[in-house]
Every structure is written in structure tokens, then in C-alpha cells.
């Protein structure tokens, strides 16, 4: 379990819609694919994903995701922010791709645990 | 003119049985399919009807020829053949005009007819040409025997690049720079089954010939994007896979629906794909992009309801100057 | 490291041993979207992906990647493993999520 206040830092995100940083993040979950997230991603996540589209952010809540990182820094449509926002999901971006940031955060918890 | 078909010879000219059984099935094939204008000379040395004979013999000379035809306002009359001309020559008559003494029972092939027809013609008739004339009884051209073979040989050798392409897997030629390879691969609406093969194969190809890797890698991300965007937005398409000295083309081609902002649609994360085409792996939005990324030279057309083609071009290094082939994959 | 290496690593098993099965991958990607696969500009990667497809694996070939592990213990269509056979890209599968496999993988080759 950590911060998403660490992970921001140390991961080097960037906020894209953020309302609380200090919550607190008890697994992660690396996909691009909805169904996958839908059936497995734990609850209170971070979920490290290239899919920059609104519907992420509706399946993220129905799994109880509090945050979201598009990787290869792409752009994040204003439709997608506008339901971040409304739902209150954390939603950030990282010049990383898929790997280097599940290894980067993996080596976080490393340190934590 | 006659109709071959009609004239009670059992040899039925442009039907397959009228070849022996045992021509290459690609010679058969050739001379159903080509035409009569496909083969004939065009650019016709004639004569005018009031013309002296003595200007078809100067004809005949300047131009190694052995026959001139004889015409009136295009209209093709008839033939003035060397043996017209030594016997004008011998009778003293070499200053009247051709009209008077060129043979006009004739055989004339027309243009549309199958390359079969003339072959059969030669072989009847025994001449050394033929006056060509278009539905309009106007002449149009000559074909002799010469002609014929030329544009078979033709023929033969694109048909044998084209043969080649295909199996060049199973074949070395000394260099892969000037490998030659044009292939055209259908590409059905929603077939996620077999989207995907033709890159598969364009990669397998250059690899097998050695081509350097950074190279096959841009071409075969091109062709895999647009043939996965045929499957995924059009209506079905072709990919065109071309190729020679080195530069390698791409293009795919459909008929439908277009594209409503082609600027849109190339923006890096840009897709209409929906959620379930999504859910197979595609409509990130990034196709377009990656094959801008990778190709020399970039270029889409589309219209609404009309279709989209894209091209991409990539330049290969030729064999000599690259390094990296000794790597594996 | 080799795909057969991370296999084992992973508790998974292998489906078809390709020609580079034991060439030491330079890059991994994770990934499930083709495109994005498409869009890295790396030889010798391994590519760890959910997306239990054959365009997975024509995706793979198109890259010369070494070859695939599908994780989150994703069952392959059949057509999976015969694709791979046919281009020659090594195909295994772990029980692994994506993200415990890039941790498990990473962690190795700090070793
Ligand atoms: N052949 C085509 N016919 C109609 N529309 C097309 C065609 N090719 C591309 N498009 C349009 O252009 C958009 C962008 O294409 P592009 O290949 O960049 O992304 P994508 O196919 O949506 O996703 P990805 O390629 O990342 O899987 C598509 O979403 C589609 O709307
Ligand atoms: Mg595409």
C-alpha cells in the first residue's frame, strides 16, 4: 500500500485532473484492454493504461480504480477529464511506456513492503 | 469479312480446342486473351489509291516492307505486294495508279479479334501479313508473323516476373535490390481471421532476400497498419504490395465509406473504431500515424462515400551498402 | 534473459519454441493494442500483451519480436499457437497479471 502522492513524485506523473493526492493506492493493474480490467483489476488501483478514451474512466469506476495513468504521454481527451472529474478519479499521465512504469512503480513497493 | 467460325474447317479459332494439347497452358491462355490491336503495327506506311505504283515500291524500299496497303479517305482497298510491283516493272506499267492493279481479295483480320484468329490465319493462308480493320472497315494497322511473336515474348516475360513474384520465396536471384514484385491481396470487411497475412508474407519475402532490417521492419508496419484499417474501417479493399529497384510501395484501396476528416482521422490518437473493435486489439488511433512514421514518402485520399487510398512508400538500402543483416530475426 | 527464462520465472509454460526462443530479448513490451506495439523501434523484444489473438502474433512477427507471453492466465485459441507455429514466434502463457509479470521480469534482470 502506498501514497498516490509518492507515486506521483517519484514515478514523475503529470496531473491531468487530480483532487486528493493523498490516498492511498492498495494494488495496480497494467492493461489495455477493458474487459481485462472489468474482470480483474483489484479495487483501490492504479491502473497503468494506453487507452485514453472516456469509456476507461466508466469501467475504472465500476471496478473501484482511484487512479489512472495513460503512458507514452498521450494526449487525454476532454471528454475523458470532464468524467475523471465527475467521478473523482485521479487521472495522470507518464512519458513511460507500460513496462518501465510497472517497473518503476514495482520498485517503489519494493521499498515500501 | 468471313467468320472463321463459319467456314466448315473442324479447327474452331478462338475456342481452347483449337489448340494442340500440348502448348503451356500460359501461350493458350495469352492468345485468347490478347487482341489483334494489342499486337499490330499502327503507324501504317499506305498508299492512296491514285498513288503510281512506283510509290509503294519507293515505300517498300525505305521502309523494308513487303507489302503496301492501298487506301481511299482511310477506307482500306487493297494491297500492293512486291510481286505487284516486279511484274509492274517487268510490263513497263510501274507509273499507274495502285488502284488499278493491287489485289483486293483479301484476307483482313479485324482489331478485336483474338490473337488466336490471326495465328490461325498465318497458318491457313500462308501470307506474311495482314491489313487490320476496325468495325468501321477503316484500316488501322499490319500485323505479320514478326509482330505476333514480339508481343507474345512480351507477354511471356511479364507473365514469368509475375510468376516469380509470386513463388519468390522459392527462388535466389543474385540480387534482392532489383527483385521485382508486384502483388495485389484482397482484404475483406471485419475477416480479423485473415487480416494481417499479407504483411506477414511482404515481411517473410524481404527477409528471405536479405533485405536490411530496419528497412523490412518500416515496410512491414506499414502494411500490416493498412491492411488492419481495410479489415477495421472499410468496406474491403485491396493491399498492393509493389516493388523495384529498391523502392518499396504499399497502397491500400477501397471503395467505401471514406474518410469525413482525413487531417482528423491522421492525428495521433484520432479512431472511430468502437468499443468492440477495440477489445481486439485495434483503435488506438495510432495506424496512420505509425505508417507516416515509417514510410519515405506518406500520401491519403478519401472521400465520403466514395473510398480511401493510401500509399506509403519506403526506400530500401540496396544490399551492398548494409551491415545489420548478419543479425538475427 | 530469454523468453524460455521469463517462462519459467513466471510459473508458465511454454506453447511453441520458435527460432529465437533462446536470443536474449533487448526490450519488453506491454502492450495490448497492436498499433501501440507497432509504435516501438526496438529489435529483439519480448512482448507481454492480455490480448489472447492472432493478430498477437502477426503483430509479434511484423516487429521480429523473440516472442510472446500471454498473461493473466489467458487461454489461446487454438489458431494461436498454430500461427506461431507457422511464423516461427515463440508462445508462452503465465497466470501472471501484466503488471506482476513486468515487476517479476524486472526485478530478474536486476539480478
Ligand atoms: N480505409 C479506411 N476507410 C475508412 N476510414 C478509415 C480507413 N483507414 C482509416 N480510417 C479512419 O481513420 C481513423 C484513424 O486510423 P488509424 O489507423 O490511425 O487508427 P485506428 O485504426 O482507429 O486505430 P489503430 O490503428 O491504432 O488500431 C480510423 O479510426 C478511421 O476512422
Ligand atoms: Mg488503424
Known sequence: ??????????????????????????????????????????????????????????????VGVRAIVIVHNRAVPDEMKLLAEREGLALLTSSDDQFTLSCRIGGLTDNFE | MADPLKNGDSGLAGTREDVPANEPLILIEMIQRLKVRDVMTSELAAVERTDPLRVAQSLMKNKKISGVPVKEGGRFLGLVSINDIIQALEGGYIDDPCHKHMSTKLVVLEDDMPLSFALRYFNKYHYGRFPVINREQQLVGIVCQRDINRALLIELTQEFNRLESESVSHCVPEDPFNLYVLREFPVAKYDFEN????????????????????????????????????????????????????????????????????????????????????????????????????????????????????RAVVFVEPRSTDHRQHDQN | MTILEVTELLDGRILYKGEAAEVDFKHVVASDLMSDVLLVDEEDILLLTSLASDQVVRTAQIIGAVGIILVNGKLPPSSMAEIAAELGITLGRSGYSKYDACVAIHEALKK
Open chain 1, 1 to 62: 500500500m502506498m501514497e498516490l502522492s509518492q507515486i506521483i513524485r517519484t514515478c514523475n506523473l503529470k496531473s491531468v485532473v487530480v483532487h486528493e493526492e493523498e490516498i492511498e493506492i492498495k494494488g495496480f493493474y497494467t492493461s489495455d484492454l477493458l474487459s481485462d480490467v472489468m474482470a480483474h483489476c483489484p479495487e483501490e488501483s492504479l491502473l497503468i493504461t494506453v487507452q485514453n478514451h472516456a469509456n476507461t474512466i466508466a469501467v475504472a469506476t465500476l
Open chain 2, 195 to 310: 487480416a494481417g497475412k499479407a504483411a506477414n508474407m511482404i515481411r517473410k519475402v524481404l527477409k528471405e532476400k536479405k533485405f536490411p532490417l530496419k528497412d523490412i521492419r518500416r515496410v512491414a508496419v506499414a502494411a500490416y497498419e493498412l491492411e488492419i484499417n481495410l479489415c477495421v474501417h472499410s468496406d474491403g479493399g485491396v493491399l498492393t504490395w509493389r516493388m523495384s529497384k529498391g523502392r518499396v510501395e504499399i497502397t491500400a484501396s477501397d471503395s467505401g465509406p471514406g474518410i469525413e476528416d482525413v487531417e482528423w482521422a491522421c492525428k495521433d490518437g484520432n479512431s472511430t473504431a468502437i468499443e468492440w473493435i477495440r477489445s481486439l486489439g485495434f483503435g488506438a488511433g495510432m495506424g496512420l500515424v505509425n505508417v507516416k512514421r515509417v514510410a519515405d514518402e506518406f500520401e491519403i485520399h478519401s472521400k465520403p462515400g466514395s473510398g480511401t487510398t493510401v
